[in-house]
């Protein structure tokens, strides 16, 4: 089936370290995004690629990076700069520029991130 | 710049009653579209319905119903008969279709929790 998978289901960080979040998606987007979500405070965008080796921050981009070497996947980096990672992150895909304003976003079903 | 507002933080109610969550939406685009997700428990969430801005025709679809007044700038959407299996976040989205730099990237609501008791 045609998807989006996001591991792993949940996520401890220490203190000073970094983690990453996997992406991958077989629908043949071109466009993939980050989200994070905490509670009361909706759906806030992290970073989005529209097309492979490109990508651009979203309205909370400090704190995390990300790569996009392949079409298929779109992995995020909580680097020790993030102060505050606790949440839940979400990852979704899209037909992307010119395309996709019409088109709903598919997405993962989530990675919840604690602190240690 | 395009903004979402779902006033409704959190709706309680017993099942088989029915429940109207609210969407207000502003955008300076004359197209835009206009989304419906349903985020269970388990945490991804699902495309119900999308509407776009030239087509105000109400939309019914089982139990779900969607009412989308552009003189209100309001896509309201409406459970009948509510069922525990109801019980989600439920997220309105709005997206233009000539943004700044040919990029689709949605606004969210903050979405509203439903609660459907037995």
């Known amino acids: 089936d045609g998807g989006i998978t996001q591991s792993p289901k949940y996520l401890f960080r220490k203190e000073g370290q970094n983690v990453t979040l996997s992406c991958e998606q077989n629908?043949?987007?071109?466009?993939m995004y980050w989200y994070r979500q905490d509670p009361g405070q909706g759906l806030r965008l992290i970073y989005y690629?529209?097309?492979?080796?490109?990508?651009q921050k979203g309205d909370i981009a400090e704190g995390y990076s990300v790569s996009r070497e392949k079409k298929e996947s779109f992995p995020l980096t909580v680097t020790s700069a993030q102060k505050n990672p606790t949440a839940f992150y979400l990852c979704?895909?899209?037909?992307?520029?010119?395309?996709?304003?019409?088109?709903?976003?598919?997405f993962g079903d989530g990675t919840r991130l604690s602190i240690l | 710049a395009q903004k979402v507002t779902q006033a409704q933080t959190e709706i309680s109610v017993v099942e088989k009653e029915d429940v109207t969550l609210d969407c207000v939406y502003e955008?300076?685009?004359?197209?835009?579209?206009l989304f419906w997700y349903k985020q269970p428990p388990s945490g991804e969430l699902v495309f119900l319905i999308r509407?776009?801005?030239?087509?105000?025709q109400n939309e019914i679809s089982g139990r779900y119903s969607w009412n989308f007044q552009k003189s209100t700038s309001s896509f309201n959407f409406t459970i009948t008969a509510s069922q525990v299996v109801d019980s989600a976040v439920y997220f309105c989205?709005?997206?233009?279709?000539?943004?700044?730099?040919?990029?689709?990237?949605?606004?969210f609501g903050r979405g509203t929790s439903l609660i459907v008791h037995p």
């Open positions: 690629s529209q097309i492979v080796n490109d990508f």
């Open positions: 955008t300076r685009d004359t197209t835009y579209y």
């Open positions: 629908l043949n987007h071109d466009a």
């Open positions: 989205a709005l997206s233009e279709a000539h943004t700044s730099g040919g990029s689709y990237i949605p606004t």
């Open positions: 509407r776009n801005s030239f087509d105000e």
């Open positions: 979704a895909s899209g037909p992307g520029t010119g395309q996709g304003s019409n088109q709903p976003q598919h």
